[in-house]
Nanobody
Framework: QVQLVESGGGLVQAGGSLRLSCAAS????????MGWFRQAPGKEREFVAS????????YYEDSVKGRFTISRDNAKNTVYLQMDSLKVEDTAVYYC????????????????WGQGTQVTVSS
């Protein structure tokens, strides 16, 4: 089992920044590719970003490219999502997820999920 705990969400004005963190425990963190997903009210959960086990490969949903940066620190068992130039449409609950070895962009490929952290962007 992998336990994931997100933090760092909050209320921010459009154009502002937030950094989300996801702390992992339970298994060898460096064996897991990590992803960030989000779900807005009334919408399906969608892919935001993912990162390979060693951090050398990253993937982004088109609408966040150039604004969001995913990174990881395997020594701290933590994955981050730096979110800059936030827009109102980025408002959602953000979830981190873990998948053994393989980096993926579909939520159904991830085995472990955190409880989510709310991000609200005001205009």
């Amino acid at each position: 089992q992998v336990q994931l705990v997100e933090s760092g969400g909050g209320l921010v004005q459009a154009g502002g920044s937030l950094r989300l963190s996801c702390a992992a425990s339970g298994r060898t963190f460096s064996n897991y590719a990590m992803g960030w997903f989000r779900q807005a009210p009334g919408k399906e959960r969608e892919f935001v970003a993912s990162i390979s086990t060693g951090g050398g490969s990253t993937y982004y949903e088109d609408s966040v490219k150039g604004r969001f940066t995913i990174s990881r620190d395997n020594a701290k068992n933590t994955v981050y999502l730096q979110m800059d130039s936030l827009k109102v449409e980025d408002t959602a609950v953000y979830y981190c997820a873990a998948n053994y070895l393989l980096v993926r962009t579909r939520s159904r490929d991830y085995d472990y999920w955190g409880q989510g952290t709310q991000v609200t962007v005001s205009s």
